[in-house]
């Protein structure tokens, strides 16, 4: 069976940084693209970042280029994304993926970051 | 405001079929066939439907259908079931934008 699980959410001031991660089991992590997406409270999905099985190519959404980084360590399965310079607007569920052929496959329960002053 | 439009709500009642749309633009839905949607309940991770525009993964039930034309998808479900009482919301790869959403569709079985 298939899980994803995150953690690392919280409470977090503007300007503030969390770390997110993501431990996967039940499948090949260190063969799977990955992926961060967020829901806002009451909003839709939205596409965060990626990451290719090697770690060597990474896609961001213009919104969090330059703040947030995300990485993978495969001999432990997980996930990270390191998110810096937090805004009120990044405020969200987290999710981390995998990504099946060029689909969000499967889905972590999800880790709820909240900033606010 | 998502990249994607979809329509806000539908409904239909129980054994009826009801068609969700997305539209996007040709750089996205019309550019490429990973066009992919995905069921969620309040308060639960959203889940797999179709992808790359009709293929459904295992398990899904085969009143889910998915089509493309042009810029705009869409997803059909038939014989509706009180279970099917949900959030919607399409994905489309984008090429350098990577990845899109639409803003999603609160499905009602009336």
């Known amino acids: 069976e298939v899980q994803l699980v995150e953690s690392g959410g919280g409470l977090v001031q503007p300007g503030g940084s969390l770390r997110l991660s993501c431990v996967g089991s039940?499948?090949?992590?260190?063969?799977?693209?990955m992926t961060w997406v967020r829901q806002a409270p009451g909003k839709g999905l939205e596409w965060v970042a990626d990451?290719?099985?090697?770690?060597?190519?990474?896609s961001y959404v213009d919104s969090v280029k330059g703040r947030f980084t995300i990485s993978r360590d495969n001999a432990k399965n997980s996930l990270h994304l390191q998110m810096n310079s937090l805004r009120v607007e990044d405020t969200a569920v987290y999710y981390c993926?995998?990504?099946?052929?060029?689909?969000?496959?499967?889905w972590g329960q999800g880790t709820l970051v909240t900033v606010s002053s | 405001q998502s990249a994607l439009t979809q329509p806000p709500s539908a409904s239909g009642s129980p054994g009826q079929s009801v068609t969700i749309s997305c539209t996007g633009t040709?750089?996205?839905?019309?550019?490429?066939?990973?066009v992919s949607w995905y069921q969620q309940y309040p308060g639960k991770a959203p889940k797999l439907m179709i992808y790359?525009?009709?293929k459904r993964p295992s398990g899904v039930p085969d009143r889910f259908s998915g089509s493309k034309s042009g810029n705009t998808a869409s997803l059909t479900v038939s014989g509706l079931q009180a279970e099917d009482e949900a959030d919607y919301y399409c994905?489309?790869?984008?090429?350098?934008?990577?990845?899109?959403f639409g803003g999603g569709t609160k499905l009602t079985v009336l």
């Open positions: 993926a995998r990504q099946g052929d060029w689909n969000f496959e499967w």
């Open positions: 039940g499948f090949t992590f260190s063969s799977s693209w």
């Open positions: 990451i290719k099985p090697d770690g060597s190519e990474k």
């Open positions: 040709s750089s996205d839905v019309g550019g490429y066939k990973y």
């Open positions: 790359e525009v009709s």
């Open positions: 994905s489309s790869y984008a090429g350098s934008r990577g990845w899109v």
